[in-house]
């Protein structure tokens, strides 16, 4: 769709075609917000196709996101999902992803000069966004040609499908381009560039054509690894703790989570597993434990700890307090990232850590287990 | 369990000897806010007896919203449900409810002057609470018969389970003694007062020993029932409505908002179907629809309506702003209550005017409908 109020373009002939050879008589829509006008606009057109729609009003926070219980409920035979692409190996009910690209260049473009600023006398930059602005990254490589700066694009890799594509949480597409560039260029929300900050030791830049921000997020990177290291150092004196899995299809770890509780156990915390949909300060508070370890979405360990007031650590964090893995170990290789959202191929030495199995010793953290789907 | 430290007092022993009769290995403890040391508590109980448990930090609003799912994409073979009681007519997992009873009368006792000042010349009164506060009844009835009040306490009726019980959703067990009473007292949040004091004209008493509050709701009936009116007001301006459904076990009313949907589209409205888990203002605000319909818990169309800013009716609302129904004979039957909230056995003109088989006549608009089991 791209309707003369629409600032997004979406294959609508598309997603009809495939709803009539699929036979879908009852779909469910779903979509973050942001996005729910076009959620709303979809409802209308299958309404005059004769497809049942229902628009789901739940919180969607990424491909890790769909909504399988909620279709389930309601018998619906195809989840369209808007504004994300699969991060599940396999979908428990029919879904279609239909991205929502914005059609706009404008509020891109108008942040160039700004761009170039803020890049100093960076030679070689890393470039990627959020799906929203993945067809605009040319207009930023040209312009930074122009100026005789050379604009890497990364490939997919992990969870990301399209060349230039970040997610919210995994940025691993980023790491092959290291020692090519001086810089990272993110386009997305401010936090899109903040998780590639935190994974990288180069200068990163976010440019978020919605707020019509450019930042290098430098201060901010260093800002928040103090935080996480003061957390890191609560959570020590932490006597009751909590350890949060989600049931999100895609933030399903209650392997992991049991493994934690055990290792604290282990270590005389008392540990009690917490699970959630929807994982929030407002509904862990009422447990009044000391702090908490998440495996859920690793955003929320960042965007929430404010408000969590306890810590609230991710695995890696939590291995650092239990003095199993060095501080600066996890600085160097990232901090956001889950053991498994480093590499898919690789070292083990996480995994043998939280089982017991070997003392922290290589540089080779890097796990294959993807334990998600 | 009654620690020195816990003011409720809950049936371990009971609890213990039904999941050993059942073989029970791994549960899930749900329980509301305010609850959830209790839970904690029972977590560590069952961990010394090789029973593994999750701790929800979901939401939990009722006896209709039970977590099935998340005890199902746990795997767990038992739900060990606090605070509630039994709300859904079968229970897709097994699921042990666990009263949790103030042990203190103390925090009510308080309250007895402040109450019998409120009562003014009232010569009766029904009394009712939540089931926190159930077992202190006669602390107020006692007090009331000693001046001279004769205090009637409701028999368990619609959703209710025990003599004197109300639920935050339905009143109905006040009914029958609306005759016999110049007053209602009820023990527990203000809502639950609120809630009544919607249901009858009769003056209506909070009683809330937490926030040690005593409040005759007679300012506050009047003021929503006009807020009331107003949205409904509005609503006939709309012409973008969403009816909101929620996927909650006793809260799913999807052929209700099915029928909703087609008769505001019948009176020339674009009605889109909207569902979630968490039916809320934060999620909704994003369709930027005109006005919704409400067929999930009915409190949220009270408590949630300010930060809604749209009108957020009620389904008797929305027939009263599709002038099939009266205002006054809602207000005369309770603004609150759903259809099948009054009574479980009579009218059925409420469902004929959604259907459009008959038009608004009678005063016997009682559904023997009951359907989100």
């Not at 606009?41 to 004769?50: A, E, F, N, P």
């Not at 997610?167 to 998780?195: K, R, T």
């Not at 695995?315 to 990232?337: D, R």
Request: charge should be neutral.
């Amino acid at each position: 769709m791209n309707g003369e109020d629409s600032p997004y373009m979406v294959e609508l002939e598309g997603l009809v075609a495939r709803l009539g050879s699929m036979g879908s008589r009852k779909v469910l829509i779903q979509s973050p917000l942001g996005l729910r006008g076009e959620a709303v606009r979809i409802s209308q057109l299958l309404s005059g196709l004769g497809v049942a729609s229902y628009i789901s009003s739940s919180n969607c926070w990424g491909g890790c996101d769909i909504a399988y219980s909620e279709a389930e409920r309601l018998g619906v035979d195809t989840i369209i999902h808007l504004g994300h692409t699969p991060f599940m190996r396999r979908d428990r009910v029919r879904t279609i992803y239909l991205e929502c690209r914005h059609t706009d260049p404008k509020p891109l473009e108008s942040l160039i000069p700004q761009i170039l600023d803020v890049l100093d006398d960076a030679k070689s930059v890393g470039l990627a966004a959020s799906i929203q602005w993945l067809d605009h990254l040319g207009t930023i490589s040209s312009a930074l040609e122009r100026r005789g700066v050379k604009a890497l694009i990364s490939k997919p890799y992990m969870f990301s499908q399209y060349v230039g594509q970040v997610l919210g949480c995994d940025y691993s597409s980023l790491l092959p381009l290291e020692s090519w560039v001086d810089c990272y260029i993110i386009v997305g929300s401010i936090f899109h560039a903040l998780g590639a900050a935190l994974l990288t030791r180069k200068m990163t830049v976010a440019v978020d054509p919605h707020s019509q921000a450019v930042k290098n997020l430098g201060e901010m990177r260093e800002r928040v690894l103090r935080q996480r290291y003061a957390y890191i150092t609560a959570f020590r004196k932490a006597r009751k703790v909590g350890v949060v899995s989600s049931v999100k299809p895609g933030q399903a770890r209650f392997g992991l989570a049991d493994l934690l509780a055990r290792l604290l156990r282990s270590k005389g915390f008392e540990a009690y597993l917490i699970t959630a949909d929807e994982v929030g300060p407002e509904t862990l508070d009422d447990f009044r434990l000391d702090g908490y370890v998440n495996t859920a979405c690793p955003r929320l360990s960042l965007e929430d700890q404010a408000r969590m007031g306890k810590p609230f650590l991710l695995p890696m964090e939590t291995l650092v307090a239990l003095n199993l893995l060095e501080w600066g170990y996890v600085v160097e290789n990232g901090v956001l990232m889950y053991p498994w959202g480093w590499s898919p191929a690789g070292g083990r030495i996480f995994w043998k850590i939280l089982r017991g199995e070997e003392p922290s010793t290589g540089k080779d953290m890097r796990s294959q287990e993807i334990s998600c789907a």
